[in-house]
């Protein structure tokens, strides 16, 4: 099983960013995806997650400025990050959960984890 996170970098406070996820090893259709991340000094936290009947939830500070998206043809999950604020400085890790139905609300209900891609926001 392997998860490549890609699409890290260095923005200005108020910039977009979108993250790529590159699934493969497992069969995608069937996962539950979902994007994590870990600032400095703190604790990884779910971001965003999404199931394949489309429900989407998010973590309260990104509602309205995150987009989650799955493309079964590219076996991706993206992370389209708007209006990006300081705080969302961290390392971002995309997750799979092997159950269709499933909203991933935490970090523990995550099973299969991407190596992390850096984003760092400027003030």
């Known amino acids: 099983v392997q998860l490549q996170a890609s699409g890290g970098g260095l923005v200005q406070a108020g910039g977009s960013l979108r993250l790529s996820c590159s699934v493969s090893?497992?069969?995608?259709?069937?996962?539950?995806m979902s994007w994590h991340r870990q600032a400095p000094g703190k604790q990884r936290e779910l971001v965003a997650s999404?199931?394949?009947?489309?429900?989407?939830d998010y973590e309260d500070s990104v509602k309205d400025r995150f987009t989650i998206s799955t493309d079964d043809t590219r076996r991706k999950v993206y992370l389209q990050m708007n209006s990006l604020k300081p705080e969302d400085t961290a390392v971002y890790y995309c997750a799979a959960t092997p159950n269709r139905l499933v909203v991933v609300t935490t970090t523990k209900g995550a099973d299969y984890w991407g190596q992390g891609t850096q984003v760092t926001v400027s003030s």
């Open positions: 999404i199931n394949r009947g489309g429900i989407a």
């Open positions: 090893g497992i069969t995608f259709s069937v996962q539950a």
